[in-house]
């Protein structure tokens, strides 16, 4: 079975552009998470969508957007670039029990996108 | 809030000794624990939880990890340490009574040495 896949692998930006990013979850899973790791850093969460819907959102600007289309495959946009927005942006997927739980499935990972700004 | 500490930027084992990754963390619920390993230039790879039940939670790749409720820890742990197992391991947690993200510890970087 295929795991979560994100595009692009690499990419390079300049200051005041615009980014999306693309995220297909494994095969089932209905629950999409995005994250920005910084070198030397954890994963830090920026947004999660269950069937569409976001479910969270971290401590991020609003140039950071995301959602989620029927198929479950996501995307995440980001505007104004700025420097400190270059990271490694990582997808992750994860059964969900229902709607009105709090999930205790881990979550599946993409090798995620290294995005530099120039 | 939520947060998850791991003290040790840096763990060096010699190859066949025990090794222990240390996490803590702070949630203001129950806690669901997670440990995740690292590669160079890939994503993380999920390697055990811990849910309920049993404190000590058995994983992927011979890894265990030990809950403990009182010490508020969940300490990452291999009996016989390999070569292989040199990368970068991240505990993460997420309150089970809130409908809220997951957060990561800032990581360890192990390493085994031959």
């Known amino acids: 079975d295929a795991g979560v896949t994100q595009s692009p692998t690499h990419l390079i930006k300049t200051r005041g552009q615009h980014v999306t990013l693309r995220c297909s979850p494994i095969?089932?899973?209905?629950?999409v998470s995005w994250y920005q790791q910084v070198l030397g850093q954890g994963p830090q969460f920026i947004f999660q969508?269950?069937?569409?819907?976001?479910?969270g959102r971290g401590n991020f600007p609003d140039r950071f957007s995301a959602r989620q289309f029927p198929n479950y495959s996501s995307e995440l946009n980001v505007n104004a670039l700025l420097l400190g927005d270059s990271a490694l942006y990582l997808c992750?997927?994860?059964?969900?029990?229902?709607?009105?739980?709090?999930?205790?499935?881990?979550?599946?990972f993409g090798d995620g996108t290294r995005l530099s700004i120039l | 809030a939520q947060s998850v500490a791991q003290p040790e930027d840096q763990v060096n084992v010699a190859e066949g000794n025990p090794l222990t990754v240390k996490c803590t963390y702070s949630?203001?619920?129950?806690?669901?624990l997670f440990w995740y390993v690292q590669y160079p230039n890939r994503g993380l790879q999920f390697l055990l939880k811990?849910?309920?039940?049993?404190?000590l939670v058995k994983g992927s790749y011979g890894f265990e990890a030990e809950f403990n409720k009182s010490q508020t820890s969940f300490h990452l742990k291999k009996p016989s340490a390999l070569v292989s197992d040199s990368a970068l391991y991240f505990c993460?947690?997420?309150?089970?009574?809130?409908?809220?993200?997951?957060?990561f510890g800032k990581g360890t970087r192990l390493h085994i040495l031959p």
């Open positions: 992750a997927s994860s059964s969900w029990p229902g709607r009105a739980t709090v999930s205790n499935q881990p979550q599946h």
């Open positions: 095969s089932g899973h209905k629950s």
């Open positions: 969508y269950y069937e569409k819907e976001e479910r």
């Open positions: 949630v203001s619920g129950n806690p669901y």
């Open positions: 811990y849910i309920t039940g049993d404190n």
């Open positions: 993460a947690v997420r309150d089970a009574n809130r409908d809220d993200k997951i957060i």
